[in-house]
């Protein structure tokens, strides 16, 4: 989400190759768990839009960590940059981002 996907059909085909099985429990774990909430999309009414809930929003400093982590253990991360900006000042990061969600989640 913090990529700007929103439904089913763009998380499957993130870079993440991520099986459809596993997909669909993901995301209703995370939606049983109060982190997602799932609506109707008003463009198609076939099609659910997924956000991020206050609880999930809540989550982004510890995900930033895990961005930072991997970014700094991972030469191939393809979020290298990202982790460089957060090694560079995290609560900038972390800031921007919670600022970014709030308004489209918010």
Known sequence: MLRGKLSYSEFLKSEEKIATNILVN???ILEAENILSKKVSP???SKFIYSL???G???LPIVIEIMDWGAKYNENSPRR???K???KNKSKVVSEYLEKLKVEFG
């Open 26 to 28: 993901r995301l209703n």
């Open 43 to 45: 463009e198609n009414k």
């Open 53 to 55: 809930t206050e609880k």
């Open 57 to 59: 929003i809540d989550l």
């Open 81 to 83: 940059e990202l982790g």
């Open 85 to 87: 900006q957060i090694q």
